[in-house]
């Protein structure tokens, strides 16, 4: 199994959804004893936000390619050729203003490709990145995956969408709620971890 965790928080150490994340790996390899790590962490090698340039190079033949297009696509055939090569991918995804964080969508901007990770045909649109297992580790300092807030939650519901978009359907989710919440975040992390099950 090669394994790919994405990282998008900044904050190190102190990162819930990057302790979650690797909570997440550690019993994937103890399943599986000879799997391998790629980690990338998109805070330290961010992916820059999509201009003119990278738009261009992606709806122009390779073969007609200038200079500063090659350069610019070299981002996205990196992230695509990382994704494609592993077997299982594994999110740590930080809530930030009900969404996102922003590298992360840069990284999602770089991979969601026409002609490479989905087509669109005469049947409507067809993912192309098939037999991949994902696992999102969602951290958020409220409650959100149930109660009043749950319709502010675009984390999940995104990602769900848009990997599902690209053919990635198996999707698992652990959450650790409620960490900026006193009387839950002390225990919000471990009962995560406890809920790991794979």
């Known amino acids: ?52 340039v990278h738009l261009n190079s992606f709806y122009t033949p390779a073969e007609q390619h200038s200079a500063e297009m090659t350069e610019a696509i070299k981002h996205s055939d990196q992230a695509i050729a990382e994704l494609l090569a592993a077997d299982t991918i594994v999110i740590g995804v930080g809530m930030y203003n ?32 098939k037999g991949k297992k994902v696992y999102l580790a969602i951290t958020s300092g409220g409650i959100y995956s149930e109660g009043p807030m749950k319709a502010y939650d675009f984390t999940e519901s995104y990602l769900r969408a848009v990997l599902g978009f690209m053919g990635i359907t198996d999707i698992t989710v652990f959450r650790a709620e409620g960490v900026n919440f006193p009387d839950l975040k002390e225990v919000a992390l471990d009962k995560a971890i406890e809920s790991i099950v794979l």
Do not use: C
């Open 1 to 52: 199994m090669n394994i790919l965790h994405i990282i998008s928080s900044p904050r190190g150490g102190a990162s819930f959804s990057i302790k979650l994340g690797n909570a997440v790996i550690e019993k994937l390899q103890q399943a599986n004893p000879s799997s391998t790590l790629k980690v990338h962490d998109l805070t330290n090698k961010p992916f820059p936000h999509l201009e003119e």
């Open 98 to 129: 009900f969404s996102i964080p922003s590298t992360l969508k840069a990284w999602i901007d770089h991979i969601a490709r026409a002609g490479k990770t989905f087509n669109y045909s005469a049947n409507g649109p067809e993912g192309l990145i």
